[in-house]
């Protein structure tokens, strides 16, 4: 987003929502921190430089409850809803009745509990990032034409969980696939190319959130929460950190997990995987049924910018 942009987006919020984040400083400060490095190592040092960790913001509290975390029981809430019971309609996906969409409001919930990616990572797949001809179907997360990449760790692949085999994953890929689709979730793409496809679905991810868990967002339960109970729910069946880190795509620092080794093999991560709760197991398996704009491969329409008193 330019810098015009966000300042004029800043005079509609109130002062705290002002400004970046601890967590976004640091990251920032980190960043340019890499690229000093960088040029140190081309020949072009900055002088007296003494790197970045006094300019880092330091955390207070207990970094632990930092941002809040779904518990099995709350993620299984999320799943009762109309959007994979049965819904009155396209336009009134929370309220009950007999239709079942399989779009990125039915799949993206669901990717984020059992691979346990980033809303982007997940938003942002193509269809030919699933591989389904191999001994242990995956996704393979990496950098593609509509989204970066947080880091070199960030690529990897991950093994499909059998739940999401079970409700038909394989057989929605397939469906775009014969149509021709490129992107796993078309409707996410935004007029404009510069709009993060994640941003696109955040507005049902706020409607879902809402109408499962009311006060889920002042106690600071996002989508990036699902990722959380998934990585939590791991370890709390044993799962050796270094595992979970390959599949969460986390750097692995020490010298023997992360130089000396490889990534976890594909059916090391889905026995890891397996030993999830199954928060979806209630939910019947339906024909895939896709919306219309996918079916019509019709583009997303812009939106209508906002008149200025």
């Known amino acids: ?45 900055f002088g007296n430089f003494e790197g970045v960790s006094g300019l880092r913001t330091k955390r207070k509290g207990n970094t632990r409850n930092e941002r809040g975390r779904f518990s ?44 346990g990616a980033r809303r982007e990572e997940i938003c942002g797949l193509l269809v030919s990032e699933v591989d389904v001809d191999t001994d242990a179907p995956c996704v393979r997360i990496e950098e593609n034409f509509v989204r970066k ?24 890929v397939e469906e775009l696939s014969k149509l021709g689709h490129v992107l796993l979730f078309p409707e996410l793409r935004a007029a404009s190319p510069s709009t993060p496809m994640g941003d696109v ?16 967002k002042e106690e600071g339960k996002v989508l990036h929460s699902l990722r959380h109970w998934c990585n939590n729910e791991m370890k709390q069946a044993g799962v050796q950190a270094e595992i979970r880190k390959d599949i969460l795509g986390h750097t692995n620092e020490g010298v023997n997990e992360g130089r000396y080794t490889d990534p976890a093999r594909l059916r090391v991560m889905a026995d890891a995987l397996s030993t999830l709760p199954h928060p979806t197991a209630h939910l019947n398996v339906h024909p895939i049924h896709l919306i219309e704009p996918v079916l019509a491969h019709t583009a997303r329409p812009a939106r209508a910018k906002k008149s200025v008193a």
């Not at 709350?74 to 309609?89: S, Y």
Request: net charge neutral; aromatic share 10%.
């Open 201 to 216: 679905f955040d507005e049902s991810w706020q409607k879902i959130r809402a109408a499962a868990l009311p006060k889920a």
């Open 1 to 45: 987003m330019p810098l015009s942009e966000l300042l004029a987006r800043s005079k509609g919020l109130p002062p705290e929502e002002v400004g970046l984040s601890p967590s976004t400083m640091n990251r920032y400060m980190t960043q340019i921190g890499n690229i000093v490095d960088i040029c140190k190592h081309a020949g072009y040092p």
């Open 72 to 115: 099995t029981e709350e993620v299984r809430k999320i799943f009762v809803l109309p959007v994979w019971q049965g819904a009155a309609g396209l336009d009134d996906r929370l309220i009950n009745g007999t239709e079942i969409f399989h779009d990125a409001a039915y799949w993206v919930p669901l990717l984020s509990i059992y691979i």
């Open 149 to 172: 990449l947080k880091n070199e760790q960030s690529k990897r692949r991950v093994p499909i969980h059998p739940e999401l085999v079970r409700l038909g994953f394989l057989q929605y």
